[in-house]
């Protein structure tokens, strides 16, 4: 079929006569080296020296015919293409579109095999270019200057060898279409609050302290602790037994105790009767319960065996088992509120209360339930466990002598977490459900997505990969984009290596897009799998005031991180843009990232 180009392998110069249906044909050898390529269609005789050729743009378009000299020498590519898989499609015509933000548009370059589609999306009124899902090089992640709307439609117009596609914005399904009633997922939004951690019990206690840069972490001074290389953990500083009812408390462990009041204050903070689902008009089939947690409660496991070296088999409590499963937390609220739609608990290392969060969502979304109490706690403060952290060598060595943290998020001087202990939940609820009854809403539950390194067994995969790509699935989960970003509350142990793999993960995905980052292990310590669901909370608060708590702990960020750490004192939000982040990753490469909007669109 001719010869080969020595210039370029995988073209060859062929005659006109050769031609047949499926060649990829360049007019010119200058077309051939711009990559101008048409699919030939069909070839049809027209006089004894010319042959009138149908040519089409190999991603799709229209068809031109030209009539060419059969002995003419052409170039084509060394392979066929199936011509019944090219659509015969025109371009949009965007003079006349209105355009919304959410809309998007697209320009492939049809006339080039292995083009890419170029994706504007309109955020905030300009047209942000779309950055691929995985960067090839650090231009990928360089932020453009959006452009206008008459821009890009000028830029449209100009780029005659692509075709020019709009997607508007995708409607938003009418109120009772989700789930299983045939239209889309329903949106999702929080309207309650729950919290006991470090800085007491109760969102007002843990919002009021993380503004005022108060740190919860404590020496730990029972005998028990004596030993230890490192005695200072975040405990909440009131025994939640004594805020339950006595009967209630004794069958529950510490975990569950946290779990139960943050959940309960929740309940209450979005409108609903204290005394359960019936009571506050709704089908307690259609409520559910996400809940995290590692361990729950370490404490109750180890006093049954130390009972059973002094005391025997008889010394054991028989509650040992339902009070030492990490599920005991999910199942105490469930209890106490009477909600029979489901009970929860997943187990995802210190990402456990961000993907209880997320799974609620997806659950409430795909219309399983239309209401969750969803987050996390746990109770680890113990001296096998503070032990176990100590001899791996993760626990910060920093004291509470200096005046500052012991946890350093960011810092040039971390060096380690501080063990914690608390509970954290969200309520969640389809969005039209909570309008239907005038709830408040706090701000929309968005999106969610998961990851795992695959790289160790405690510790993090120092590119950020398996970070970065959690983060694109949120956004991409939410319909949202690096500009959209207006915070992210990072995990952020203040272990040297976990920082540095998460400020990569986040400059790698919000490229030049720098947006305030927040800490709040300073304040609080790791509460472990509680972790997600009180940061989470944080979050939602920073949302609905408009204010970023600042990082305490860190006198001097390390300049490696390269992020807008917010330090010294509360941030105004940005103005401009909708979506906050809050990241939990754990042990074993399990991340979770969550994305609440603060405006439902």
């Not at 090219?86 to 579109?97: C, E, M, N, Q, T």
């Not at 355009?99 to 095999?113: N, Q, S």
């Not at 702990?553 to 330090?567: K, R, S």
Request: proline residues 6%.
């Amino acid at each position: 079929m001719g010869h080969e180009i020595s210039r370029t392998p995988h073209t060859v110069t062929v005659t006109v006569a050769e031609l047949v249906p499926g060649d990829l044909l360049a007019l010119s050898a200058r077309d051939a080296a711009a990559d101008r390529w048409y699919a030939v269609m069909h070839t049809l005789p027209v006089r004894p020296d010319a042959i009138r050729v149908t040519l089409r743009p190999p991603l799709g378009g229209t068809d031109h015919d030209e009539v060419l000299d059969r002995a003419r020498v052409v170039t084509v590519g060394d392979r066929r293409v199936d011509t019944a898989g090219i659509p015969v499609v025109a371009s949009d015509d965007l003079g006349a579109v209105r355009f919304r933000d959410g809309d998007r548009v697209g320009l492939l370059r049809a006339v080039d095999p292995r083009a890419v589609e170029e994706t504007y999306v309109r955020r905030w009124g300009g047209w942000h270019r779309e950055a691929p899902a995985e960067p090839d090089n650090e231009s990928d992640n360089a932020v453009r200057q959006p452009l206008s709307d008459e821009e890009l439609r000028a830029r449209a117009a100009e780029s005659v060898d692509h075709l020019v596609r709009h997607r508007p914005r995708p409607e938003r399904p009418a109120a009772g279409e989700g789930g299983g009633g045939g239209g889309g997922p329903r949106r999702v939004v929080v309207t309650g609050l729950g919290a006991v951690t470090p800085l007491g019990v109760g969102v007002d206690d843990l919002w009021a302290g993380l503004l005022e840069g108060r740190c919860g972490i404590r020496e730990l001074d029972g005998e028990e602790f004596a030993g230890l290389p490192v005695r200072v953990a975040g405990t909440v500083p009131v025994d939640p037994a004594s805020l339950l009812p006595r009967t209630q408390a004794r069958r529950m462990n510490r975990a569950a105790q946290f779990a139960v009041l943050a959940a309960r204050e929740a309940w209450r903070d979005a409108g609903f009767d204290p005394a359960g689902t019936v009571e506050s008009g709704l089908d307690p089939e259609r409520v559910g319960v996400s809940a995290g947690a590692i361990l729950g409660d370490a404490s109750v496991l180890v006093g049954g065996d130390r009972r059973l070296r002094e005391k025997g088999p008889r010394g054991v409590s028989p509650l040992t088992t339902p009070m030492t499963v990490p599920s005991q937390a999910a199942s105490q609220v469930s209890l106490a509120l009477r909600i029979t739609g489901e009970a929860r608990t997943v187990t995802s290392a210190c990402a456990s209360g961000t993907e209880a969060i997320g799974q609620a969502v997806d659950r409430i979304r795909y219309g399983r339930i239309d209401l969750a109490l969803a987050g996390g706690a746990e109770a680890v403060v113990t001296p096998a466990i503070m032990a176990s952290f100590a001899a791996m060598r993760a626990l910060s060595t920093h004291g509470l002598g200096d005046g500052d943290s012991p946890s350093r998020p960011f810092a040039e001087d971390r060096d380690g977490f501080v063990n914690g202990e608390g509970a954290g939940f969200l309520l969640l609820e389809a969005e039209e459900h909570a309008r239907a009854r005038g709830a408040r809403i706090y701000c929309e539950a968005a999106g969610w997505g998961l990851s795992a390194d695959a790289h160790h067994l405690a510790a993090p995969d120092p590119s950020g990969t398996g970070v970065a790509l959690a983060l694109r699935r949120a956004l991409a989960d939410a319909r949202a984009g690096a500009v959209d970003v207006v915070h992210v509350n990072a995990h952020a142990t203040a272990t040297v290596d976990g920082d540095l793999a998460e400020a990569s993960a986040v400059r790698a995905v919000l490229g030049g897009h720098r947006v305030p980052v927040t800490a709040l292990k300073g304040h609080l310590g790791h509460l472990q799998g509680a972790a997600g669901g009180v940061e989470a909370v944080a979050t939602v608060l920073t949302l609905h005031h408009g204010v970023v708590p600042p990082t305490i702990g860190c006198a001097e960020p390390d300049a490696a991180i390269g992020l807008d750490v917010v330090t010294g004192g509360p941030r105004a939000l940005p103005s401009r843009g909708d979506v906050a982040l809050s990241n939990s990753f754990g042990f074993g490469g399990h991340n979770a990232v969550l994305a609440l909007r603060r405006r439902c669109r």
